[in-house]
Nanobody, 115 residues
Framework: QVQLVESGGGLVQPGGSLRLYCAAS????????MGWYRQAPGEQRELVAS???????NYADSVKGRFTISRDNGKNTVFLQMNSLKPEDTAVYYC?????????WGQGTQVTVSS
């Protein structure tokens, strides 16, 4: 059974930083393309960053230059380093494969950017 557990969210002031963690069990992340997704209240879930099995990364325009996705194969964990956070980054953040698997969605981790 695949389980993806997100953590690392919190309340941060504009301009601050957070590091999100996606710990996996039941799946080897190194063999899968993985993405960080976010969903703000009243909005659809969107893909903000992805990393392929070979390590290539891509970012949504809204986070390019501020967010960095990475992976630790030994810890079977994917990270999202978020810098220069803005209020519009406020959302619940999730990790999942690309394409997504319905049963892989976890609880997510709340990120709130506010002064």
């Amino acid at each position: 059974q695949v389980q993806l557990v997100e953590s690392g969210g919190g309340l941060v002031q504009p301009g601050g930083s957070l590091r999100l963690y996606c710990a996996a069990s039941g799946i080897m992340l190194r063999f899968n393309a993985m993405g960080w997704y976010r969903q703000a209240p009243g909005e659809q879930r969107e893909l903000v960053a992805s990393i392929s099995s070979s390590g290539s990364t891509n970012y949504a325009d809204s986070v390019k230059g501020r967010f960095t996705i990475s992976r630790d194969n030994g810890k079977n964990t994917v990270f999202l380093q978020m810098n220069s956070l803005k209020p519009e980054d406020t959302a619940v953040y999730y990790c999942n494969t690309i394409p997504t698997r319905r049963t892989y969605w976890g609880q997510g981790t709340q990120v709130t950017v506010s002064s």
